[in-house]
């Protein structure tokens, strides 16, 4: 280990999430403590698109950029803030998302290994209650990988393959978890569910990205309710409302 700072913690944050952001964050610091980390082991960078965020709050380090405007599903943000950071390891965590309280410790036992797969609950967001899903294909494929699934090293990330590239594009994710698998020196895939995707969904309810609106207005029409009563806004003017 070359650095006191073992982790850097990268999230991006559209800023009108702050109860969805705080539980990401105590999720993290939770996971740290269970980790028996120190206050100096581990940083959380967040970056606000285009606003003037809240920082939360947090007994590990945090820190706060209100950003220019990037409106690219946080790619740009997540290029910038990876400059910045100074940790051994890289775990992208969005601002609705969440880490399990073992997650740090379970990174810690696989230090050595460049990048680290851990499995995600994805129950909240897809058909699929995980990802990736084991199977005859390759793991590293599109729509069965997210950047929450990881734990990199930025020695393989920044310096190796230029941190966060092929920005512009829905399918960034993937292209760079792609660009990473091919290049890094060493890989760990592990069972452990590290991760909750979309764990912060329904606090902010007038932040909820269209797929998370469209889910939830599927599974609002399988049960006969009214997408009117979920008690948020809805997009596309009065006929939306009518099932």
């Known amino acids: 280990m070359d650095g006191d700072i073992l982790f850097s913690v ?5 800023g009108n999430r702050p109860k969805a952001l705080q539980m990401a964050v105590r999720s993290v610091e939770q996971a740290a403590r269970f980790a028996g980390l ?7 960078l967040i970056g606000f698109d285009g606003v003037k965020g809240k920082c939360p709050e947090c007994a590990y380090p945090v820190r706060c950029f209100n950003l220019p405007s990037d409106n690219d599903w946080g790619n740009g943000i ?4 990876l400059k910045i950071a100074s940790g051994e ?3 992208f965590l969005d601002d609705d998302n969440v ?9 810690l036992k696989h230090f050595d290994a460049e990048m ?7 129950q909240l967001a897809f058909d699929k209650p995980f990802l990736p899903v084991s199977d005859s294909g390759s793991l590293v494929r599109p729509g069965n990988i997210d950047p929450l699934c990881l734990c990199v090293s930025r020695r393989l990330v920044v310096d190796r393959c230029g941190g966060w590239r092929h920005c512009g594009r829905y399918e960034a994710d993937y292209l760079n978890i792609f660009d990473w698998y091919r290049r890094t020196h060493s890989v760990t895939v592990t069972e ?3 991760g909750v995707y979309d764990a912060g969904r329904s606090l902010d309810n007038s932040a909820l990205s269209r ?6 207005d599927r599974l609002a029409n399988e049960r006969s309710v009214k997408v009117a009563d979920l008690g948020r806004p809805v997009p596309g003017g009065i006929d939306a409302v009518r099932l």
């Open 192 to 194: 452990e569910v590290v």
């Open 211 to 216: 797929r998370q609106m469209n889910l939830l």
């Open 10 to 14: 990268i999230t991006p944050s559209t």
């Open 78 to 81: 997540r290029n910038t803030l």
């Open 116 to 122: 680290v797969i851990g499995r995600i609950d994805t």
């Open 89 to 91: 390891k890289l775990i």
């Open 99 to 107: 880490i399990k309280p073992y997650t740090l410790r379970n990174y």
């Open 38 to 44: 120190e206050t100096g082991q581990l940083e959380i």
